[in-house]
């Protein structure tokens, strides 16, 4: 399977509408642009990549999805019985990068259509990380018409996040030499992270008998299907193990 950046990029962005919420169905449904009943009353279908895969099969968008947590871009987690879909680090990496992306698009056409008292609550109770490097963006485009904007946001956000706009609009207000630097490297990381990570066997050791033992690309796929830990003993102690068992 290939997929391309564009493809990863459009995977990770339907993911981050329903992380932790939801599984690998509902994110294909996402993808797949479907009218179902749930997709509609959760307002999926607003999500900008909605039916990016619309031509293609329900099964060919959720290989695509299998193959982005075997290469280390989404997790599962159990919920309970349900398996939710989440970020790994190296997902969220590039989905919180976009997505800060995306909130300065936004900000942009604003000034483009004249926009100067947008409501603001929106960027409220959103992930704090993802918010910051969004303010980092802001802070970069050294563009001192978006003052208006993070004054407007000051106002209905929370301590942490207001004193985090307030340096931000000084740094714009004092033409802050912007450190391009820091700048390069932040993107050449999220490159390298688009790449992902082929699936490898691990070398486990064995808590029973101490030896190295194999637990290969394969099953680690089945035990995370299943919501399973990782195995403690190799297969021998195992087996051994079923042996008395049956002693
Ligand atoms: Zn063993």
Redesign the pocket.
Known sequence: MYLSEEDKRAILRAADEIIAQGGRTLLAKILKGSREKKVLQLGLDKCPVYGYFKSEKIEEVMNKIDWMIDYDFLDIQYDGKLPMIIFTERGWQIEANQRADEFLREWKQWLKQGNSSPDMSYLKDRNREMILLFLEKVKETTDKRYIPYLTAWSKVDYKKVKARIYEVIKALEENETINHQQVLKREASVNEALEGAAPQDLLLK?Y??G?R?TFSVGEQKFYKQKGFVLPR??E??RDRRYEDFLC
């Open positions: 064995c029973k008998c030896e033992f003993s190799c021998k102690c």
